[in-house]
């Protein structure tokens, strides 16, 4: 079965510090994709990146990095340079080629930047 | 580009009461998606439709539960009767149905049943 897990269900990282979030997940669908979403406390969700599961290089957007060990079935989020605005909710999420655009969430991993 | 546009924002409402909610999903996107959010069951998928036709509603609780797309451009949640244990945040996304593409989500509809 398809799930996706984050293992942090919160986390504290001093302003200005690198902060990584885990995600694994678990497939045997050989195309899929890995998202990164973020919802801060006014609820809306924010697509912040995207990895493809046959993408060669690892996905970045500005300070947003995506760890993407396929072995190891990771994907990991890297915020680097953390700052107060960061402070929120973030939720690894899979899709599957074959499941005609369905997307798997994990349970989200709340991140609290400290000044 | 406007994003995906859902309406109401807020509602409050007694039990019993019919609730609808509405979706307008971002223009070409052929794939919406309604999600649930409460604090003790986290985001759950409800239903969603490809090209206007629903795909998996496995996610619906209960026949109280239903939801429409008549064509590409809007969508509907409604519950009736509605139930306390209903009160959560109702989200709606789009997407590209080709390829695995990001979901963009709405604002989210928080709903209050007393």
């Known amino acids: 079965a398809q799930k996706i897990t984050q293992t942090q269900p919160g986390m504290f990282v001093q302003e200005k510090e690198a902060v990584t979030l885990d995600c694994t997940y678990d497939t045997s669908d050989p195309s899929y994709g890995l998202f990164w979403y973020k919802q801060p406390s006014s609820g809306e969700m924010i697509f912040l990146i995207y990895?493809?599961?046959?993408?060669?290089q690892n996905a970045t957007e500005g300070r947003y990095s995506l760890n993407f060990q396929k072995a190891r079935k990771s994907a990991n989020l890297v915020i680097s340079a953390s700052q107060l605005g960061d402070s929120a909710m973030y939720f690894c999420a899979m899709t599957l080629y074959s499941s005609a655009s369905k997307i798997i969430f994990g349970s989200g991993t709340r991140l609290s930047i400290r000044p | 580009d406007a994003g995906v546009i859902q309406s109401p924002r807020h509602e409050v409402t007694e039990m019993g009461q019919e609730v609808t909610l509405r979706c307008k999903p971002i223009?070409?996107?052929?794939?919406l998606f309604w999600y649930r959010q409460t604090m003790m069951r986290g985001l759950e998928l409800l239903i969603y439709?490809?090209?206007?036709?629903?795909?998996?509603d496995s996610g619906m609780p209960e026949d109280r539960f239903s939801a429409k797309m008549p064509n590409a451009s809007f969508s509907t949640l409604k519950i009736q009767p509605s139930e306390p244990r209903d009160s959560a945040v109702y989200f709606c996304?789009?997407?590209?149905?080709?390829?695995?593409?990001?979901?963009?989500f709405g604002d989210g509809t928080r709903l209050s049943i007393l």
């Open positions: 996304a789009s997407s590209f149905l080709e390829g695995q593409q990001p979901q963009h």
């Open positions: 439709f490809n090209n206007n036709v629903p795909i998996d």
């Open positions: 223009s070409g996107h052929n794939s």
């Open positions: 990895q493809g599961s046959y993408d060669q």
